[in-house]
């Protein structure tokens, strides 16, 4: 079946712009988040969104980042003013559940501030 | 804060050898442990998942341990091959996130 889709692939940007990276999860999974991979970083978790409830941002870096998620299903990464640290790999990961449950990744953003 | 390491950063072995890759963490309240592999230019795959109260995991050539009193995770690969190389990466899943950490960059030379 369909695995977690992400777009754009690459995105190239100037300092300052705000870019939308999009995420559609597996149908019918419930849980979904955000994740980037610095060069030579670990990922970092960004934000868990989990049906209704409200998002578990205490991952986000800064104010200039935001996400929401449209009818349960489809999210959008908003990046504002963008900077140059801000280049980076965007995974999203969906799972059926909030709970012990294997999150599936889709191929990731790469994101290039100049 | 919880803490994971992974153990060597990178390693590099002749085709055949049976290897073992470590990761430690600081904070046992964990949901599930899982190791991915990560190719380059790619997303994660993942590998196996050890449920909090399992000790291990088994899947083809890979077998994965859980210690949670020690706070450590092994991952083992029998009969390494060239397709095996890859950045191995073990997470750690508690509440609604998930903490990776920096990965074991494998290299099966042929």
């Known amino acids: 079946g369909a695995g977690v889709s992400q777009s754009p692939s690459n995105k190239v940007t100037e300092k300052g712009k705000d870019v939308e990276l999009r995420c559609d999860p597996i149908?019918?999974?419930?849980?979904l988040y955000w994740y980037r991979q610095s060069l030579g970083q670990g990922l970092e978790f960004l934000i868990y969104?989990?049906?209704?409830?409200?998002?578990?941002k205490s991952g986000l870096p800064s104010d200039r980042f935001s996400a929401e998620r449209t009818g349960g299903s489809v999210s959008t990464l908003t990046i504002q003013r963008t900077q140059q640290e801000d280049s980076a790999v965007y995974l999203c990961?969906?799972?059926?559940?909030?709970?012990?449950?294997?999150?599936?990744f889709g191929p990731g953003t790469r994101l290039l501030v100049l | 804060k919880q803490e994971v390491t992974q153990i060597p950063a990178a390693l590099s072995v002749p085709e055949g050898e049976n290897l073992v890759l470590n990761c430690s963490f600081t904070?046992?309240?964990?949901?599930?442990l899982q190791w991915f592999r990560q190719d380059p230019g790619k997303g994660l795959t993942s590998l196996l998942l050890?449920?909090?109260?399992?000790r291990e995991q088994t899947s083809g050539r890979l077998n994965a341990s859980l210690d949670k009193s020690s706070g450590r995770s092994t991952l083992y690969i029998a009969a390494s091959q060239p397709g095996d190389s890859a950045t191995y990466l073990c997470?750690?899943?508690?509440?609604?996130?998930?903490?990776f950490g920096s990965g074991t960059r494998l290299s099966i030379r042929p």
């Open positions: 990961a969906s799972s059926q559940k909030s709970g012990p449950e294997t999150q599936y």
């Open positions: 149908s019918g999974h419930t849980a």
């Open positions: 969104f989990q049906g209704n409830s409200a998002p578990d």
């Open positions: 904070d046992s309240a964990i949901y599930n």
């Open positions: 050890i449920q909090s109260s399992q």
């Open positions: 997470a750690l899943t508690s509440a609604s996130k998930i903490i």
